[in-house]
């Protein structure tokens, strides 16, 4: 398997399309095991996309586009404006609540940094913040969506780990909250030093703060009710992405009508571009997936991390530190395929929950995004805020401080994760 990761990430550094680089370090696998009939290339690619739990990304995905194009987003910007009106950094404050809301309808990280960049950037740079600072918060407030259900990568860590999806959807809410409040704080203290001031003297009344409530009911109720509707057995997780697709439609052609047929061919091409680049590296995925079961990996990196120590906080410290210079190098979705099987076995062999390591890799596995020299995010925000992604990476150190720090509290208090799952599907 050593061969094999220098084979992958000889590929990457070359520009090759990590989907590909994927495929073909796998093909080198199989070639330098003979013993291995090769026909299993072949299975491997088929079977791993051949999963029911898989089928909610597609639907989340299409979901989460139909949702952009029903007015949901910009009654979402509404409210998250009236209620941080008043406090310091109005527009980086927006950027957190807006995560936050979003992360009922979204799903996905990377699309929520850059849609809040192109509707949050102009007015930044308008009112005076620096734009490397905009590109920083916007991207890494979409963290929280990792988190907030439906996350796309909670689903496949789930999937992949054979974990409960319910029960991670309703593990996340906690952890996303808490990534808000850090975020809010950072954003004070920066704020006040660089005078960037609020929109308003006072906070909003209670009548605002009812009003933009009540137009954005729909997307505030959406995550409620998937849990629910998990929990009570009306649908699993991929049917509850069937449900979130009717939804979506439901409230833009009925409730909001302002669904039109050209949004929703607008909706459904951006899906199947979204989904083809997921499920192909899926599909690659499960090649060197076979591989790493064939020969042990599982196995020998616990037999060694425990080696290491068997405390299970430590474990946990030195797995995330592992994630983080991972997500520097491999994209999200690649990280969370591969490490998940290897990983997971290690932390349950020490006593740690599944649902609460889930609860740890992702987020961490998506500061990826946020950080050099592979970030898609932050070439993405960068590009849209115009300004050099160095630049993005020196404001945004204040803000990785602050999502690590919630990683720590949530190492330390696996209750506060396990809280609601237990209260909601025990």
């Given at each position: 398997?050593?061969?094999?990761?220098?084979?992958?990430?000889?590929?990457?550094?070359?520009?090759?399309?990590?989907?590909?680089?994927?495929?073909?370090?796998?093909?080198?696998?199989?070639?330098?095991?003979?013993?291995?009939?090769?026909?299993?290339?072949?299975?491997?690619?088929?079977?791993?996309?051949?999963?029911?739990?898989?089928?909610?990304?597609?639907?989340?995905?299409?979901?989460?586009?139909l949702m952009n194009?029903?007015g949901?987003?910009?009654?979402?910007?509404?409210?998250?404006?009236?209620?941080t009106?008043?406090?310091?950094?109005?527009?980086?404050?927006?950027?957190?609540?807006?995560?936050?809301l979003?992360?009922?309808?979204?799903?996905?990280?990377?699309?929520?940094?850059?849609?809040?960049?192109?509707?949050?950037g102009?007015?930044?740079?308008?009112?005076?913040?620096?734009?490397?600072?905009?590109?920083?918060?916007?991207?890494?407030?979409?963290?929280?969506?990792s988190?907030?259900?439906?996350?796309?990568?909670?689903?496949?860590?789930?999937s992949?780990?054979?974990?409960?999806?319910?029960?991670?959807?309703?593990?996340?809410?906690?952890?996303?909250?808490?990534t808000?409040?850090?975020?809010?704080?950072?954003v004070?203290?920066?704020?006040?030093?660089?005078?960037?001031?609020?929109?308003?003297?006072?906070?909003?009344?209670?009548?605002?703060v009812?009003?933009?409530?009540?137009?954005?009911?729909?997307?505030?109720?959406?995550?409620?009710?998937?849990?629910?509707?998990?929990?009570?057995?009306?649908?699993?997780?991929?049917?509850?992405?069937a449900?979130?697709?009717?939804?979506?439609?439901?409230?833009?052609?009925?409730i909001?009508?302002?669904?039109?047929?050209?949004?929703?061919?607008?909706?459904?091409?951006?899906?199947?571009?979204?989904?083809?680049?997921?499920?192909?590296?899926?599909?690659?995925?499960?090649?060197?997936?076979?591989?790493?079961?064939?020969?042990?990996?599982?196995?020998?990196?616990?037999?060694?991390?425990?080696?290491?120590?068997?405390?299970?906080?430590?474990?946990?410290?030195?797995?995330?530190?592992?994630?983080?210079?991972?997500?520097?190098?491999?994209e999200?979705?690649?990280?969370?395929?591969?490490?998940?099987?290897?990983?997971?076995?290690?932390?349950?062999?020490?006593?740690?929950?599944?649902?609460?390591?889930?609860?740890?890799?992702?987020?961490?596995?998506?500061?990826?995004?946020?950080?050099?020299?592979?970030?898609?995010?932050?070439?993405?925000?960068s590009?849209i805020?115009?300004?050099?992604?160095?630049?993005?990476?020196?404001?945004?150190?204040?803000?990785?401080?602050?999502v690590?720090?919630?990683?720590?509290?949530?190492?330390?208090f696996?209750?506060?994760?396990?809280?609601?799952?237990?209260?909601?599907?025990?």
């Open positions: 398997m050593i061969t094999v990761l220098i084979v992958f990430l000889f590929l990457l550094m070359f520009g090759m399309p990590v989907a590909f680089a994927i495929g073909v370090s796998g093909v080198v696998y199989f070639l330098m095991t003979p013993e291995i009939p090769f026909s299993i290339v072949v299975q491997r690619v088929v079977a791993s996309t051949q999963s029911f739990t898989l089928l909610a990304i597609p639907l989340f995905v299409f979901a989460g586009n194009y029903t949901i987003t910009k009654r979402l910007v509404k409210l998250a404006d009236v209620l009106g008043h406090m310091y950094g109005n527009l980086a404050q927006v950027s957190c609540v807006l995560s936050t979003m992360g009922g309808v979204s799903g996905s990280a990377n699309a929520d940094a850059a849609m809040e960049c192109r509707i949050l102009p007015d930044m740079i308008k009112k005076g913040y620096a734009r490397g600072y905009g590109g920083a918060i916007n991207g890494l407030s979409s963290l929280i969506v988190t907030i259900p439906p996350s796309m990568g909670l689903i496949i860590y789930g992949v780990g054979e974990v409960s999806i319910g029960r991670l959807f309703a593990g996340g809410f906690i952890p996303g909250i808490l808000a409040i850090a975020l809010m704080l950072v004070s203290w920066t704020s006040r030093k660089r005078g960037y001031l609020p929109a308003r003297n006072k906070p909003a009344t209670l009548k605002e009812v009003v933009a409530a009540r137009e954005s009911i729909w997307a505030l109720i959406f995550p409620i009710l998937l849990i629910v509707g998990i929990r009570f057995g009306v649908f699993t997780p991929s049917e509850a992405g449900f979130a697709c009717v939804y979506a439609m439901f409230v833009g052609a009925v909001h009508r302002e669904m039109t047929w050209a949004n929703f061919k607008e909706a459904v091409r951006n899906s199947v571009m979204d989904v083809g680049a997921i499920m192909i590296i899926v599909a690659f995925s499960g090649i060197i997936g076979y591989g790493i079961v064939f020969d042990r990996v599982p196995q020998h990196l616990a037999e060694f991390l425990i080696g290491v120590t068997s405390n299970p906080i430590l474990l946990l410290f030195l797995i995330v530190v592992f994630l983080i210079v991972a997500g520097m190098f491999v999200t979705t690649v990280v969370a395929l591969l490490l998940t099987p290897i990983l997971l076995p290690v932390v349950t062999k020490v006593g740690v929950d599944p649902v609460h390591f889930g609860l740890i890799m992702m987020p961490m596995v998506n500061l990826g995004i946020m950080t050099p020299p592979l970030g898609i995010a932050l070439y993405t925000v590009s805020m115009e300004c050099p992604p160095e630049e993005v990476v020196k404001e945004a150190l204040p803000f990785y401080a602050a690590i720090a919630v990683i720590a509290i949530i190492i330390f696996p209750d506060l994760v396990l809280w609601l799952p237990n209260l909601i599907f025990d």
